[in-house]
């Protein structure tokens, strides 16, 4: 099982940008897709983008698509999370979290990731 840790959350304003990190223990981190969630006080956890293994399939919640980009360095162990053009709805705690083989249809399904790191919040004033 993979550890996690986020990283880069902070208080930025309407329109603004800002990147996550999500660092990874273990020499298989390679192997493992990724993905980023999302959780606003009082509402469900709910999925903001995946990445596969090689980085070849990039699936993204309609709500982000077009403002963040979500992208890997096998190489440093670390996944990220580009986000441009930030909107007060984007505020939340965001979670980075993995597991072993390509999810499916089950991508954005929060129990179907075994892994998980402690989030990292994101406010967006407006």
């Known amino acids: 099982q993979v550890q996690l840790l986020e990283s880069g959350g902070g208080l930025v304003q309407v329109g603004g940008s800002l990147r996550l990190s999500c660092a990874a223990s273990g020499s298989t981190f390679s192997s493992y897709p990724m993905a980023w969630f999302r959780q606003a006080p009082g509402k469900e956890r709910e999925f903001v983008a995946a990445?596969?293994?090689?980085?070849?399939?990039?699936p993204y919640a309609d709500s982000v698509k077009g403002r963040f980009t979500i992208s890997r360095d096998n190489a440093k162990y670390t996944m990220y999370l580009q986000m441009n053009s930030l909107k007060p709805e984007d505020t939340a705690l965001y979670y980075c979290?993995?597991?072993?083989?390509?999810?499916?249809?089950?991508?954005?399904?929060?129990?179907?990731?075994?892994?998980w790191g402690q989030g990292t919040q994101v406010t967006v004033s407006s």
């Open positions: 990445v596969s293994w090689g980085g070849g399939s990039t």
């Open positions: 979290a993995a597991r072993s083989g390509w999810p499916g249809t089950l991508v954005s399904v929060p129990s179907s990731y075994r892994s």
